[in-house]
Structures are given as structure tokens and as C-alpha cells.
């Protein structure tokens, strides 16, 4: 589905990429972690050409995203992206938030718009708040419009950058329980987040990265029963401090009994 | 005195009619050179910031006789050279009625007029890119971000999302310029226009009344900027968006 | 002049005889205006409420007003008003008067949105340390305002310079009037005394508001001040 091949992004005098590649396959759920600084967000702006790489390949569904004859735009439409800071259309109510994409990226009529972005608000548990303009809102109602209009275009992967970072810890749970429902559908996601709880219950694979380097791959139970590398470890410890109370928050599958 | 509302009348409509045109044009023109100094390629973003620094650093008066000199210059080039010269004629569209008996004439068009409306349009586009300016760097780039991530182009980011919010932002600041733009339209006398100030330098020379002829114009500059920054100000209140 | 004169002595003769006036113009035009502004701006924002309504009503009038009717007004309109002055110098006063007060309206605003950014937070912190409200005024928030109100000020300065060109209705020779002088003969120059005369208002302002309007901003940005 999308496969990104040592890529290499520099700013300046600081490479912040080095030599990134992995692979994602449909219906499966990436979640890279690492420090901050450590390019995660870098790593994302390259993958939708926000940001294009100085160097190296990234492919969706078989196609390379760097060669020139590409159209961006097309691509983006098909590349979801859910933003640390919401990043929500401020002079733009809940509901056309969500449907804007689908008028002007790819091109629907105004009700057909407005009648899928009102479903996809259902998805999110926001139908009830369409009206709303994103002041209006609270944080964690915020991102999840933010999900529902990444969502609405029935996008081939999801790209989420630390999605719940900027959120008070109450707000947390509920913008989990909508990504965890979401991945749950099948749906190709890429996150960025520090959530370990999360990782664990939907993780197929978590990339450490650090420094631009990718440190170590592997499952969730690899992580958090044998990581390899010291800088893991130690991270590791630094997250279960930080965010080691909000994985009561979650109704975990395994809690359901289905693992 | 009152008995030159004939006089007064027509020039308040020149006022007007100036201050109308000046407003729309340095609207679209300062809005276009916002865009390009904000969002086009390093050349013609600094030839906007160029246009931009050159007209809001000389004097209003010296742009106007500038431009309202540049044909008569051109044309003195080529009479020096023995060219066929531009046409400075005395041409004029104007609309004229009786008014309660009396005749009033009012010219809407002619080489002053044009030269007049086109300095103030080009003046207060410079002044006007300015606050546009300030209003799209203060909806930020995350926004044209998350557009582009919804596939929209540069362009369609532009004109959807930070163009709207720009607007919206840029109502108070554009308000106060907007409110106060009727008065710099009295620089036009100086290439005789015949408008307000000119009609009342006109009173002054058959009634020789200086103190009250001038301070009644000023008393019309006066409310007329305060009802146009009134109703601008009711307008900013109604359209107004949360958190914007 | 019989000459044509060419592009350097227009430069010079308008340098030489126009700019004595235009920089004194402006001088006083800033300096009493800059008193007027401060005095206003105290009151509106310490003065309670006559004294805030009086200066804010000063304000408005005298930005509402266009320059040149406040000009001739003062220059022709009031005769007794400067009976004390030489008739001859008589004019000149006025278009003094005239930028002096309008300046002064738009200078009342610099400081007044310029005290009202000084954080809260300074004056209670000086409060606390003992210091009177007028104190506090003069030792914290004063100099942190005045620091504050330099790229708007900056601005103003621009504005007056250029404001100063009006006064060439009333015979004073500026760098405007000068500019028209110097090719009046030679109709095939008038344009271009234009364009030189409005360059030499830019070289005026232009580095000014350069230098300390955006410069200034940055490092007022940097020290904290301001906004919070
Ligand atoms: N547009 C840019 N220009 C210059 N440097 C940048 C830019 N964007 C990011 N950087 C630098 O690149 C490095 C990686 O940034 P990035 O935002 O990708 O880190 P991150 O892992 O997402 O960190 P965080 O957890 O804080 O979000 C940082 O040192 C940052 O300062
Ligand atoms: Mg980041």
C-alpha cells in the first residue's frame, strides 16, 4: 500500500532524515515513536509531499510520489492527514470542515458533500455538533472532526501526527476510542504518538525512531517485554511516567476478550 | 452661504464618487498585490514589496502630479522630436439636471478626474495590501497545510481557506483605513478637480467667509467619516465568527 | 535658470532649497504633537471619564479632518489667531499648528494602544513592591510604553514628512515646492521632478521605518514585551 524508501530530508545544515524505509500494508496499522526532534513529524510531511524528501522514493499503491509527472493534489486526496493542533478551518463550521475536502479536493456536489460528510461526523460521534465552528468546541471534539474530514475521503492510508498531544488528559480517551473504532474497520493508518496503550491494542508493527535514524522495529509485546536498544529502554521508562495513566481510559479488544 | 448648496452639492458627490472608485480599485489591486507579495515566487514578490515600500513611502501629492504630468512630459519629448504627441484633450463625461431651479452639472469623467481616480486607487492599494498582508500571515501556515493535505492545490487552499479567514480577520484594520480614505481624496484640487475642497475655495473667493466656508467642509469630512466607520463597524459585528 | 537642468542639479536644488523647510516642518509638526499625543493619551487612559472623553473626541476630530482644510483653516481661516506672530510668518505658524494637531490625535493613539500592551502583570508587580501608582507609572510602564510605541512612531514620522508637502499651497518653500520651482520652464521635466522629488521623500522615510519599525518589532518580540 504505501512504501517509503530511504528517504532523506535535510533543513538547512540539519539532516533531520536519514535513510528512512519501511513499509506499510493495507489494513494495517504503523505507530512510529521516538523523542522530540527525532523527525516524526518530518517523516510524515514527506510521506504527503508537504514537505518532499531531498532524496528517495515514496510509493502509494505502486506508484512514486517524486516523479515530477505526478499530480500532488490528486495524491494528497488519497493520503488522510490528521494534524497535531487540529489545524481545523477556523472560519468554517463543523460540517463544511469535513465536506470542503470532498468539494474542492475531489470535485463532489455540495449535498451529495454535505450528506457524506454528515455520516463520516457520525463515525466520529460529532453528527450532533455539525453546526458548530471550531471554537465552539472542545479540544478533544475538535480532533475528532479533524478525523472525520481525513476520513470523508475515503482516504487509501491515514497519516496522524501525535494527534492527542495537544489535548487535556480527560479529552484523551475519546479521540483514542474514535482512532481505535476507525482502526478497527480496517482502515491503513500511520500514527505518531506516544499512546502505548493505544500501540499496543492496534499495532501491528512500532518503529523507534530517533535522531532521524530508525532505532528499532518490531511488535508491541517486543517493545514492552524485550527491547534491544538502551535508548528504547530508556525512553520506554520516560513514556510509562508521562503517559503510563491513560490506558484505563481505553476499552482495549483484549479487555473484550478477542485477544 | 447656504444659499451655495448648488456648490457644495456637487462637490460632495466628486467626494464621493472619487472616494468610491479609489476604495474598490485599491480593493482588488492591493488584494491581487497581497497575494503575490505573500504567496508568488521570489521576483514578483519583491517587485509587490517594492510597489508597495515605494508608495507608502513618498508623499500622496507627489504620486498624483506625477502622474497627472507624465503625458505632458511624454508629450513634450515627442514634439521635441517631432512625433505625433498623446491627445491631453479637454474631454469630459458629466451629467447635468435641474435641481430646484437651479442648473447643476456634475463631471463625472474627464483627464483629471481619470488622472485622480487612478493615483488614489494606486495609493490606497499599497496601503490596503498592507493590512491584507498582515491578516494572511495571521491565519498562518498550518491552515494552507491542511488544506493541501486534503488534496486541494496551492491555489484552491488560497481562495477556500486562508482568503476567507483573511477577510474576516482584516475587517477592523481594512475598517479604519476604508473610514478615513474620504479624506485624502481632497488632494485632487491640486490638479483641479472640482471637488469639495475646490468648490469651497470657490465659496471662499465670491463670500470671502474663510472661517465658516472651511470649518463647514470640515464638519462634512467630519460626519462622513464617522457614519462610514459606524456602518462598517455594524457590518465587522453582524458577519462575525466565533474564535475568529 | 534658462538652462535645461539635468538630473543632478534638479536633485541638488531641490535637496538644498527644500529640505531646511520640510525637516522643520516635520521637527516641530512630531515634537509638539509627540507632547499633545502623550498628554492625550494619559488621559484617556487615567483620566477617567471626562477627561477620556474629551481626549478621545479630540481624536477623532482632528483625524477625521482632512490635513489641507486644517491647513488653510488655521493658515487662512482664523485671522486673529496668531496676532501676536509677524504677519509674514503667519501662515508658516499655521501649517505648524496644523500637523502639530493632527499628529497629535494619531500620537495619542501610539501611546495610548502602547500603555494598554504593557502586561498587567508589570503594574501589579510594582504595586507589590511598594511603589505608588504614579510610581509605577513613571518607572515601569512609561519606559516599557515608550519602547513599545517606536514602530508606530516611526510610522508617524513618515507620515509627517510627507504631510509636510502640503504646506507648499501656502508659499512655504519645502522639498514639494522646490520641485515644482526648479523645472517649471521645462514641461518635458515635470514628471520627472516629480519622480525625483518623491525619491527623495523615500530615501527620508523609507530606512526609518525600515530600521526601526520592523527591527524594532523583532526585538521588542525578543525581550518579551508587549502582547502578554
Ligand atoms: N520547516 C522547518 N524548518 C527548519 N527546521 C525544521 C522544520 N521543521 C522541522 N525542523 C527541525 O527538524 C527537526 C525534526 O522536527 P520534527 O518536527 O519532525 O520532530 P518531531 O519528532 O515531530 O518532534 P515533536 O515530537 O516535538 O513533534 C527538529 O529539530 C526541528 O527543529
Ligand atoms: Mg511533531
Redesign the interface.
Known sequence: MLRIADVWKSYGNLQVLKKISFEVAEREVKVIFGPSGSGKSTLLRCI?M?SPPDKGKVYLCGQNLMAPEINL?????????V?Q?F?????LKAIDNVS??LR???GLPKEEARAKALKTLARVKMEDWADH????LSGGQQQRVGIA??LS?DPDVILFDEPTSALDPELIGEVLQVMLDIAKTGTTMVVVTHEMGFANAVASEMIFLDRGIIVECGTPQHFFTSPKSERVKRFLKQIDILYGRHEELLKLPNEEGSK | MLDYWDHILPGFVITMWLYIWALVMGFFLGLLLSIIRQYGGWVISRIATGYI??V????????L??IY??P??????LE?QGLPFIPIGRWSFHISSEILGRRITIVLLDQQTLVGIITLGLNSAAYQAEYFRGAMSSVGT??L?????????RL?GIR??VL??AL?RVIPAWSNEAS?LP??T??V??IGVVEL?AQAHYIVTQLFL??IT??L??LI??SL??IISKALDSIHKRTS???? | MSDIPDLPTIFFYILRTGLPATLLLTAQGLLWGFVLGLSLALMRVYGGKVLGWIASGYE??F????????I??FA????GLFWFIDPIERPLTGVFLALALRSGAYQSQIFRGAILSVNPGQMKAARALGMSRFQAFRHIIFPQALRLSVPSWSNEY?VVI??S??A??IGIIEM?KA??RVTSN???????S??V???L??IF??PV?RLFGERQTKKLKELGMGGG
Open positions: 504527503n508537504l493534489n490528486e495524491m494528497r486526496a488519497r493520503i488522510g492527514m494534524f493542533h489545524n481545523l478551518f477556523v472560519h470542503i475536502g474542492r479536493g475531489k465552528y471550531p471554537a465552539q474530514r481525513a475521503m | 515600500e515605494l507608502r513611502g513618498t508623499p500622496l501629492l507627489a504620486q502630479f506625477l504630468f507624465l505632458f512630459s511624454i508629450n513634450a519629448i521635441a498550518r491552515q497545510l491542511a488544506a493541501q493535505s486534503l488534496g486541494m492545490s484552491a477556500h481557506i476567507p479567514q474576516r478615513y479624506k485624502y481632497v488632494v484640487f491640486y475642497f474663510t472661517l472651511y470649518s467642509i470640515a469630512f467630519l467619516i464617522t465568527i466565533p474564535g475568529l | 477623532k476630530v483625524r477625521g479632518i482632512p490635513l489641507v482644510v486644517l488653510v483653516l487662512f481661516g482664523i485671522p513618515a510627507k504631510d508637502s502640503f507648499y499651497e514639494m520641485a515644482y521645462f514641461p518635458e521635466l515635470w514628471a520627472l516629480m519622480g522629488v518623491a525619491i521623500y523615500f522615510t523609507y521605518t
